[in-house]
């Protein structure tokens, strides 16, 4: 196939010359079908030469459209072959429409997301510096969007371990949002959870315990002061509550920080009970964490939980026409939803907590 392009592309070359229209069209073309059909690290010289010939016929704005179309293909493209075109992109658009544009930011913020999925936080960090100064420029130093742009530079700066820094943009969030809505407000809230979520990820990767228990204490601390927050404001069995303490308690979980997620998951339970009864099967996700957590904890409370779970599992089987959600909006007054909390697979999460407690009780009975 690519030498049948080749030829084809050689052709138009004594036609029309080396640099021409028609030439850049065919390997751009060819780009592509090597991307689709073969290994995607061999079309990047024909890409790489095709909008080098378009760039000297009608100047570097003329790329934009075709290395949009580049980066945002589908397929099994990895990030490291799109890397230098999604950096040249940004340099153009900025040339092409100003430092000082919104277009800009944006394209920064999905830059430094690319690297963050990818672990890299690093080269997310400068893209990130760099949105926040466009929109400081743009929208003020006390803006929502100035705001939002210090959440992501919090997250980057946990994740190198530049702790002082990551403090300072995270006081300086906090003081932004309060100053905008009232210490005291929803958005104030809002912006203390996701600070706390971000600081209880990133504790999973520091390596050192007293970095990821200082990162743990300041993210409870943030939690604690929000739920006061929301529960001055919409009460303290509120959905907005309970989304708060779900929030916190399954960041720990996945970080399987379970001294932290037990308290959060109990606080929840009561909350949930109170709001849905004692049997609803709305609780079943809660109870089943809180069952494999006791289990792990060799904790003589992880067989009653157990037994609560899979009652309240058959009452939930026992229900005429039984829902699934994973809303919490949708529970009140429906007692015949299982809300799953996000998280596939509870029954597998109840058989291995169920083998756990057999194990531990095996090993009791061998030690006495």
Known sequence: MIESHLAHIAQLEAKFGAES??????????????CQYGEPAEAVPYFDRSITIREALHGPASLLPQLEQWIDQKG??????????VLGRLEIMAATWGEIDPRIAEECDRIASRYL???????????????LAIRTELHGAESDEVGRAL???FDACLRTSEH?????HRERCIAVAERLHGADSKEVAATLVALALAAIAASEQSQRDSAKKDMRRNAHAMCERAVL???ALFGPDSLQVQKTLEAAARAHLDCRDFHNAEPLLRRLLDICERSYGNDAAALLWIL????????????????P?????????????????PTMTTRIDDLPENRGALYSGNASGLLEMLIRTSETIDYNTRKRWEGS
């Open 229 to 231: 927050i929301q529960e």
């Open 117 to 131: 999925y990818r672990n890299e936080p690093a080269q997310a960090k400068p893209f990130l510096e760099r949105s």
């Open 21 to 34: 229209d028609e030439v850049a069209t065919a390997l751009n073309t060819l780009a592509f079908l090597i």
């Open 76 to 85: 099994p493209v990895q990030f490291k072959h799109l890397e230098p075109f």
């Open 288 to 303: 089943a964490n809180l069952a494999q957590i006791y289990a792990y904890d060799r904790s003589r409370h992880a067989e």
């Open 305 to 321: 939980m157990l037994e609560r779970c899979l009652a309240i599992l058959r009452t939930f089987l026992d229900v005429r026409r």
């Open 151 to 153: 959440q992501r530079l």
């Open 164 to 168: 002082k820094l990551a403090a300072r």
